[in-house]
């Protein structure tokens, strides 16, 4: 091997794998490497709170990538994981190209922090199976996507879900996206808690407490350029501050103690199989006021009851 296999972040899994397995648990992934992580870098040591920096080693969208200064230094705080060499989107790419994106993104990085990299994250959410038995033949130990309205870390260590986005989503998005991803019965109550809430931050703050109140996992994501662009640091600020005051130390994990845990922790009570017709029936009552979301509701309840 390139590198001595208990690394920092591995030695932190193997202490607290244990201590884990029940309870609420918090982590936060930032993608796409741009400098202002190094703002959520600071926010996230304040609050005392662990997480994962999906880095690039350049951008092929345009935006900017930290320098490799800037990524050593997160590094030494946090796990660092490979977002391909270039930022580019797998599905797109021939197997050759896709597996060059994957492996020397890999490579880089690790030549730069001096330790191996475990974890890996499909740019812009998009891959296939193909993509998946590449990640794993280059050697991760994880891949983590961006499914959302997940109270877990999944069956699977490479396709690791999320619960939710850090970003001024409207609730269609949120129908949209339960829509294409899947997974329909686990992802139930988190579409329920979703749309309940018009207003952004309150959805995430009900979320959590979802996560809260049934002991279970809460993995928020975002990208620090959006956080710029809409000014939201400060109410990030108080929302890690509003988790800081409800997770313990030892349940405040990076993405690869999270995905240590996939298949070991109780499922979340919506996984339990329920009807078709009892399914569509919840979904049809859940609250919106815009027609055109709900007109996307009712189809979306047939495609769900159908597809059961």
């Given at each position: 091997m390139r590198y001595i296999v208990a690394s920092r972040v591995r030695r932190q899994e193997n202490?607290?794998?244990?201590?884990?397995?029940?309870?609420?648990?918090?982590?936060?992934?930032?993608?796409?490497?741009?400098?202002?992580?190094?703002?959520?870098?600071?926010?996230?040591?304040?609050?005392g709170l662990n997480g994962t920096f999906f880095v690039p080693i350049n951008n092929s969208e345009g935006p900017d990538v930290m320098s490799r200064a800037q990524i050593r230094d997160i590094g030494r705080r946090f796990e660092i994981g490979s977002h391909t060499h270039d930022h580019r989107r797998l599905m797109q790419m021939e197997s050759r190209d896709a597996h060059y994106q994957i492996i020397e993104g890999k490579k880089r990085l690790e030549d730069l922090l001096g330790h191996e990299v475990e974890g890996f994250c499909y740019p812009g959410g998009k891959y296939g199976q193909r993509d998946v038995a590449l990640v794993k033949a280059c050697g991760f130990s994880y891949a983590r996507t961006v499914t959302n309205l997940c109270f877990d870390s999944g069956s699977n260590p490479f396709e690791m879900p999320t619960t939710v986005q850090f970003y001024p989503h409207r609730r269609a998005v949120y129908l949209r996206n339960y829509a294409s991803a899947g997974h329909w019965l686990k992802r139930r109550a988190g579409?329920?808690?979703?749309?309940?809430?018009?207003?952004?931050?309150?959805?995430?703050?009900?979320?959590?407490?979802?996560?809260?109140?049934?002991?279970?996992?809460?993995?928020?994501?975002a990208h620090s350029r959006d956080l710029d662009l809409h000014d939201a640091w400060h109410e990030l600020d108080r929302f890690f501050g509003h988790v800081a005051a409800h997770v313990a130390p030892a349940s405040r994990v990076t993405n690869a103690q999270l995905a240590a845990q996939s298949g070991m922790r109780p499922p979340h009570p919506s996984t339990v199989a329920l009807p078709a017709t009892m399914v569509k029936a919840q979904l049809m009552t859940m609250p919106l006021e815009w027609s055109a979301d709900r007109a996307m509701l009712f189809q979306l309840a047939e495609q769900v009851a159908t597809h059961l």
């Open positions: 202490r607290i794998r244990g201590e884990m397995t029940m309870g609420l648990l918090f982590s936060c992934s930032i993608d796409d490497g741009h400098p202002s992580d190094l703002k959520m870098a600071e926010l996230l040591s304040k609050h579409l329920g808690v979703a749309l309940r809430h018009g207003y952004w931050l309150k959805r995430i703050y009900a979320m959590f407490e979802h996560a809260r109140r049934h002991e279970t996992t809460f993995h928020l994501w």
